[in-house]
């Protein structure tokens, strides 16, 4: 389908993402990789070339994760010698798909549906490096077609739906670095089409030989300095390495009728090939890259504006990231178009280029951004390619972390991968459904079976006897129909008659009379979706209760002009473990490492804001990590501004 044959996405066409896990370098699961990423962090790891090796051709950085070799063969049903002649990607792979499912909630013997898989790996060196030479298993090779089933990319996805027993579609899919985001796009088309009822959608890349560097070529792909600095001045190239991601996703509506947790939902994606009109067959194309991007945005039926954020491909390349940046102003706007700044990150500078899991692995670090409302840095942001900043470009480059920006509708984001030969993919997620989706799904009901005077009565009460919140929707209906909601951020397409211009005012937000008559009689409509955390007296904990006198007792004594330096701090522990629901034990401790999230610490900033003449923002405390650190700023920010310079 082309993007002019694109239609618009009704609530029946959306995906949700229910299950995922991760292992990349440096962080083994998806609290890991959370922290990595609003730390900006480089996980790469450097060492001394070896002394027998030229320092200008041998780069001495690896990508890598723990326990690559490690593999629990009896839990998957094999005997160590097969595990022993298995890929470790196809190995990788399985246990992925496994913790993937876990995270779901999924299990496949007590799942009423079909399971897919679409499965990607990158090329495969474990035979020629490990299996050949292996006097043992070498003699398997012309012997046994279980050694090549064991390793040929084909096999993956099929072993796994063997070993899982699954029995939906299982399809290997590759196109070079965007295998896995394509596997994505065919997998929410297979899923709306009704091929299958969930699907785990995944990439795995092993780099080989381990432990050691890569060689340097001159116009080749690799960094000459090890670093994979995205979008920088310093851009040289990339880093490869080794790394999986699985996602599991099913149909939105089955996925909350089932009460499955959702991380994000997938509004529409897209996928495109650069074709011939390029210099060579590994050169980018704007063209193309536009193309696709323009056509995942139209899937998705959303405004460009109303995307905060872009995963980019993002190799870390001179040529290719200005041409990715020009494509994304093309298609999302740039700084005379856009009226909200559109940022842009790369996980490839913390973790890699990790191939054909490149794009499984954006999408669930987006994910995650997306469920924590936070936007990740991008390594080296201080420096920006100056080709790039040349341009009118509308890209934001963070240097840390920063909350995501307040909208009145979801949160959204874009995730592109890109692969070699011009096979591109591009995504649109936004966050997981609040109240609005419950009240829609009550009111589908409803509407199916409404009369016309019904119907009249239902929005004339909805129009004119309900508040308005901020995340709004309308519909045309008629009796019997499916009502296609049109949400706040997307533009109404009705007819003439209809008011749409009111319409489209009234769903960006603004305080406007709908075209709707007055009911006659108010209508029996779903009332609203009241939901909260355990808020009863008596229900705190003996430790709470000491830490509230405790916190109140303090506060007393800053009134009162104390000057004891501890008190500060004192507060800013019991707020903490007021949000943690425990009392602390270390109070040089890191947040994250307490159990804290980014939720729990923008609640804390939000305190401190209540109770001191400060104010701070996320990236002052991700910098400043822990109670100790965190109430030595406030006590200087206080200081500078009394200006007396007096301890508090």
């Known amino acids: 389908m082309t993007k002019n044959d694109a239609k618009a996405v009704d609530s029946d066409d959306l995906i949700a993402i229910v299950g995922m896990a991760v292992r990349v370098p440096g962080a083994e699961n998806l609290d890991e990789l959370w922290r990595l990423s609003v730390e900006g962090r480089d996980a790469v790891?450097?060492?001394?070339?070896?002394?027998?090796?030229?320092?200008?051709?041998?780069?001495p950085a690896i990508a890598e994760v723990s326990r690559l070799k490690e593999f629990d063969a009896e839990f998957f049903g094999m005997t160590p010698r097969e595990a022993r002649q298995t890929d470790p990607q196809h190995r990788i792979f399985l246990e992925e798909s496994w913790h993937a499912l876990e995270d779901a909630g999924l299990d496949p013997d007590r799942f009423d549906g079909d399971v897919a898989v679409f499965g990607s790996c990158a090329a495969n060196a474990y035979i020629y490096l490990n299996v050949i030479p292996d006097p043992e298993l070498a003699t398997d090779i012309m012997l046994h077609p279980a050694v090549i089933q064991a390793n040929d990319k084909d096999y993956m996805p099929v072993r796994a739906a063997y070993k899982l027993d699954l029995t939906g579609p299982a399809i290997a899919v590759q196109t070079a670095c965007s295998s896995s985001l394509v596997g994505v796009v065919e997998a929410m088309d297979a899923l709306l089409e009704y091929r299958c009822d969930a699907a785990l959608v995944g990439g795995v890349s092993v780099k080989l030989p381990a432990g050691k560097g890569y060689r340097y070529v001159e116009g080749g792909f690799h960094s000459r300095t090890g670093y994979c600095r995205p979008f920088t001045a310093v851009a040289d190239g990339t880093v490869f390495g080794t790394g999986a991601g699985v996602v599991v996703l099913r149909r939105l509506a089955d996925a909350l009728e089932d009460g499955d947790r959702v991380h994000a939902v997938l509004r529409g994606g897209a996928i495109n090939n650069d074709g011939g009109e390029r210099m060579t067959f590994t050169a980018p194309s704007v063209t193309g890259q536009t193309a696709v991007l323009a056509?995942?945005?139209?899937?998705?039926?959303?405004?460009?504006?109303?995307?905060?954020?872009?995963?980019?491909?993002?190799?870390?390349?001179?040529?290719?990231?200005?041409?990715?940046?020009?494509?994304?102003?093309?298609?999302?706007?740039?700084?005379?178009?856009?009226?909200?700044?559109?940022?842009?990150?790369?996980?490839?500078?913390?973790?890699?280029?990790?191939?054909?899991?490149?794009?499984?692995?954006?999408?669930?670090?987006?994910?995650?951004?997306?469920?924590?409302?936070?936007?990740?840095?991008?390594?080296?942001?201080?420096?920006v390619n100056p080709i790039i900043l040349a341009s009118r470009t509308g890209a934001v480059f963070c240097q840390r972390a920063v909350p995501w920006p307040e909208r009145e509708s979801a949160r959204r984001a874009g995730i592109s991968s890109f692969g070699i030969g011009g096979t591109n993919a591009h995504v649109i997620i936004e966050q997981a459904p609040a109240a609005l989706d419950i009240v829609l799904t009550g009111l589908d009901e409803l509407i199916q079976t409404a009369s016309t005077e019904q119907l009249a009565r239902i929005a004339g009460t909805l129009a004119h006897r309900r508040r308005a919140f901020p995340y709004r929707a309308c519909a045309l209906a008629h009796p019997g129909c499916h009502p296609e909601w049109t949400r706040t951020g997307a533009a109404f397409a009705g007819h003439r008659e209809s008011g749409t211009d009111e319409i489209s005012r009234w769903l960006a937000g603004k305080d406007v009379e709908l075209p709707v008559p007055q009911p006659d009689r108010v209508a029996d409509l779903p009332q609203y979706p009241f939901s909260g955390p355990v808020l009863w007296a008596g229900s705190a904990t003996a430790s709470d209760a000491v830490l509230s006198e405790s916190r109140a007792g303090a506060a007393a004594e800053l009134d009162a002009g104390g000057e004891d330096p501890t008190r500060v701090e004192d507060e800013v522990a019991d707020m903490w473990s007021l949000l943690l629901g425990e009392e602390l034990t270390d109070r040089s401790e890191h947040f994250l490492d307490q159990g804290g999230d980014s939720l729990t610490i923008a609640q804390l900033v939000t305190r401190i804001h209540e109770r001191f003449p400060v104010r701070l923002d996320f990236a002052d405390v991700m910098d400043h990590a822990s109670v100790v650190e965190i109430a030595a700023l406030v006590r200087e920010r206080m200081q500078e501004s009394d200006g007396t310079g007096s301890a508090l």
């Open 45 to 59: 790891t450097r060492y001394n070339a070896p002394a027998d090796v030229s320092a200008d051709e041998y780069v």
């Open 295 to 383: 056509e995942a945005l139209a899937r998705a039926d959303v405004d460009p504006d109303s995307v905060d954020l872009i995963e980019a491909h993002g190799t870390g390349t001179r040529l290719g990231d200005p041409i990715e940046i020009a494509a994304i102003d093309a298609a999302y706007g740039d700084r005379d178009t856009r009226l909200h700044p559109l940022h842009v990150s790369a996980l490839k500078g913390s973790v890699g280029h990790l191939l054909a899991a490149s794009g499984i692995v954006g999408l669930i670090r987006t994910a995650l951004a997306v469920e924590h409302a936070v936007i990740p840095p991008v390594l080296g942001a201080d420096d």
